[in-house]
């Protein structure tokens, strides 16, 4: 899509609520911490840690502005850590899931739940951005990058897009002109890092509508469409064998 069809037909914010809504398992990306496209905000000893970045929207091969897939995290009994993308992301059996089902259902004792619990999928969303701000790393400023979430940030996302009172108007935060950056305040309560202080901020054009500088910014949206593939992912045989192992 060229950046006069972005403008032309900006998308509809009832249908990027309905997507949120009807998200199913066919959206997913390829997990790599080593991807130089990646942006994350830094946090210093304390664990606290501030950003602008402005949501970008999708580009031609996206139907949502995001794509979202579930991951496993946790260590064995024999101390090895299971790190892996789980395949139910994409609609498929996965084997974790599949022992997490049978030890809850059929099992149903404390600890078999607590095991269930410790290796629960975890949901991961991601998302171009424009970083505004990077106090902890000025180079990023400036870059359209990918930004890996969680819920938390997601159903701030929904708030302003789905506003709860009557003196809120919705806002669609991925649109270039009628968007808000968002201002990530990151803090450490009680051991877990914690993300209840981010907020949006006033409802602003990115960049005053100059539509050189916008042009310029849509021209580095990163694809998401490889983050929806099935070969990004290992073999239903390839997971089992890590979880057994």
Do not use: C
Request: glycine share 6%; no cysteine; aromatic share 12%.
């Amino acid at each position: 899509m060229s950046f006069a069809a972005l403008k032309r037909n900006r998308t509809d914010l009832s249908a990027l609520v309905e997507a949120a809504s009807n998200a199913g398992p066919e959206d997913q990306k390829k997990h790599n911490v080593t991807d130089e496209r990646f942006w994350q905000p830094t946090r210093d000893k304390a664990g606290n840690g501030y950003a602008v970045i402005r949501f970008l929207p999708g580009n031609a091969d996206a139907s949502t502005p995001w794509v979202r897939y579930w991951d496993h995290f946790f260590k064995g009994p024999t101390g090895q850590w299971y790190v892996e993308k789980s395949l139910t992301s994409i609609g498929q059996a996965d084997p974790l899931a599949e022992s997490n089902s049978k030890l809850w259902n059929q099992d149903g004792s404390e600890e078999a739940k607590r095991t269930v619990r410790e290796r629960k999928r975890n949901l991961r969303y991601v998302a171009n951005v424009l970083v505004i701000s990077d106090p902890s790393a000025p180079d990023n400023e400036g870059r359209v990058m990918l930004y890996r979430f969680g819920k938390k940030i997601f159903d701030k996302i929904m708030d302003v897009m789905q506003p709860q009172f009557q003196d809120e108007d919705p806002v669609n935060p991925y649109d270039f002109w009628e968007g808000a950056d968002f201002k990530i305040k990151i803090r450490k309560v009680e051991g877990w890092v914690n993300y209840d202080k981010s907020e949006f901020g006033s409802q602003a054009a990115l960049y005053n509508s100059d539509e050189e500088k916008l042009e310029e910014v849509y021209a580095k949206v990163h694809s998401l469409a490889d983050f929806t593939k099935a070969e990004n992912y290992k073999t239903y045989a390839e997971l089992k064998a890590k979880f057994n192992k």
